[in-house]
């Protein structure tokens, strides 16, 4: 797969880095699904996402698919329920990317911890933006709840976790699929921002997997659950001892 960096500038959060990369034998103008991924660089880095996509390519179980990998920047600042970065995502880098790349469909988006905190609130500040998210271990934070007080967004965080759980109606059609591991401090928050989803009639699916809150066990989870995503139903069978809610 083909690399090409972009820098996305007057953001609301200063320039945007990113790479696209692109599947062999596309050009440009092919309208293709496109995924894009908060911390893309450790996401392809760490838990092998392009390599995994492109197996899957060529195997014929995804169709060929672009991935825009963002770069995080400042990363807690941005990705922390952060406004300005959902704007500068769904306002200045998607039509950038648009622009020079031609797309089928609305795209996918996903992320890890915070990374999938941001991708929450983008879809929801935005309704409309995205086909679907692909939710991994979000950092949806709650007073009584976390024990992360010390955080610098901790208020900005929690004020938004709050807000969509005062949301009674669906507020996004885009597909959820929400991931996370038994080992790690965000299994709670995780299993009751689901069930805030579910209540209001959002379209989420939530799968608990071993492990721990990392990049390998984060990667352990992109088949079957992102693949069938990817494939356009959000809701593959769990396999034999797992959450599926």
Request: some cysteine; hydrophobic content about 40%; proline content about 7%.
């Amino acid at each position: 797969m083909a690399r090409n960096r972009l820098t996305v500038t007057g953001t609301p959060v200063g320039d945007v880095e990113l790479a696209v990369v692109t599947p062999v034998g596309t050009r440009r103008r092919d309208p293709l699904p496109l995924l894009v991924a908060h911390d893309g660089p450790e996401y392809s880095r760490r838990a092998h996402l392009v390599s995994t996509l492109r197996a899957a390519m060529e195997s014929r179980r995804i169709p060929p698919t672009r991935v825009v990998l963002l770069e995080p920047g400042a990363r807690n600042e941005r990705y922390a329920a952060n406004p300005d970065w959902a704007d500068a995502l769904t306002q200045h880098v998607l039509p950038t990317v648009d622009a020079a790349y031609a797309s089928a469909g609305r795209p996918t988006l996903m992320g890890a911890s915070l990374g999938a905190l941001a991708s929450l609130q983008a879809e929801w500040r935005h309704p409309g933006t995205f086909e679907a998210l692909f939710l991994q271990s979000g950092s949806f934070f709650r007073k009584r709840v976390d024990d992360e007080e010390d955080f610098e967004f901790w208020d900005r965080v929690t004020a938004f976790v709050s807000s969509v759980r005062r949301v009674r109606k669906r507020r996004t059609g885009a597909r959820i699929v929400m991931t996370c591991n038994t080992d790690e401090g965000n299994l709670t928050n995780n299993r009751q921002m689901a069930q805030v989803l579910a209540a209001s009639c959002h379209d989420v699916a939530f799968h608990e997997l071993p492990g721990r809150h990392d990049w390998s066990d984060w990667a352990a989870a992109f088949d079957p659950f992102l693949l069938t995503l990817l494939q356009g139903s959000g809701h593959p069978n769990p396999r034999p001892g797992e959450a599926h809610g």
